[in-house]
T-cell receptor
Framework: GESVGLHLPTLSVQEGDNSIINCAYS??????FIWYKQESGKGPQFIID?????DKRQGQRVTVLLNKTVKHLSLQIAATQPGDSAVYFC????????????FGGGTRVLVKP | EPEVTQTPSHQVTQMGQEVILRCVPI?????FYWYRQILGQKVEFLVS????????KSEIFDDQFSVERPDGSNFTLKIRSTKLEDSAMYFC??????????FGPGTRLTVT
């Protein structure tokens, strides 16, 4: 499950700082927008989702912002910890299309101690 | 917490051979999915399955691919005649509906 590649954007962040990961999506008809985390050798793990009619949702240490005007999604991680080091994918969910997820390209987050 | 499991973790096969990738979804889930991830690329949807039939499939999921729920617990992906470009991580996922899908650890398929 490791997603490595020369072209994967990387965000380097100091432990304790906040992280912001951005994503541009394509389909305005998506029902939900979701953030997944993928650690090396593992499958994607759900972090948080936001319904298409909302613009902000908060979870534990995470906030997702949705800007439908510019088709932009962001994930903010507060007080980033070493365990947050992973690849983060945004995904779009379409219920009418078999509930499929369409994933974006991913951002690697490296947390420096 | 219940987990999706997949076997084998790594499968090596020769081009042209058939492979079956196996998944045990979370027991009370009703929707099942297969995705793949070619090394260095994003996760791609293959197929979704509900009520014993395919709900949606992608362009990747051609006649060489099939899925089956042979019993009450397993969900399988079969590739009839593997090609080199089928080499990837294959992830099974399941849920009870909604946007949150639970992914298994994946099977790494290597076609030589």
């Amino acid at each position: 499950g490791e997603s490595v590649g020369l072209h994967l954007p990387t965000l380097s962040v100091q432990e304790g700082d906040n992280s912001i990961i951005n994503c541009a999506y394509s389909n305005s008809a998506s029902d939900y927008f979701i953030w997944y985390k993928q650690e090396s050798g593992k499958g994607p793990q759900f972090i948080i989702d936001i319904r298409s009619n909302m613009d902000k949702r908060q979870g534990q240490r995470v906030t997702v912002l949705l800007n439908k005007t510019v088709k932009h999604l962001s994930l903010q991680i507060a007080a980033t910890q070493p365990g947050d080091s992973a690849v983060y994918f945004c995904a779009e969910n379409m219920v009418a299309a078999g509930n499929k997820l369409t994933f974006g390209g991913g951002t690697r987050v490296l947390v420096k101690p | 917490e219940p987990e999706v499991t997949q076997t084998p973790s790594h499968q090596v096969t020769q081009m042209g051979q058939e492979v079956i990738l196996r998944c045990v979804p979370i027991s009370n889930h009703l929707y099942f999915y297969w995705y793949r991830q070619i090394l260095g690329q994003k996760v791609e949807f293959l197929v979704s399955f509900y009520n014993n039939e395919i709900s949606e499939k992608s362009e990747i999921f051609d006649d060489q691919f099939s899925v089956e729920r042979p019993d009450g617990s397993n969900f399988t992906l079969k590739i009839r005649s593997t090609k080199l470009e089928d080499s990837a991580m294959y992830f099974c996922a399941s849920n009870s509906g909604g946007s949150r899908q639970y992914f298994g650890p994946g099977t790494r398929l290597t076609v030589t």
